[in-house]
């Protein structure tokens, strides 16, 4: 498995309320909340993500 390339998602914005992606594994979306790595993560497909940030953008979630 690749090592995860964590970085801060550009969907949250300037506030502590934000979140990490890892976008850098060709069948994966790994994402998890910045402050608390103890959560765990939620994965995705790369499809589903991108229909994921898709929506949010068109709905401003």
């Keep these: 498995m690749t090592e995860s390339n ?3 998602s550009t969907y949250s914005g300037d506030n502590d ?3 990490e992606v890892a976008d850098n594994a ?3 979306i790994r994402v ?3 402050k ?3 959560k765990g993560e939620l994965t ?3 499809a589903a993500w991108t229909a994921f ?3 949010a953008r068109a709905h401003a979630v």
């Design 6 to 8: 964590w970085h801060k």
């Design 44 to 46: 995705a497909t790369p």
């Design 53 to 55: 940030t898709a929506f």
């Design 26 to 28: 060709p069948s994966v």
């Design 32 to 34: 998890r909340d910045t």
């Design 17 to 19: 309320n934000c979140v």
């Design 36 to 38: 608390d790595h103890a």
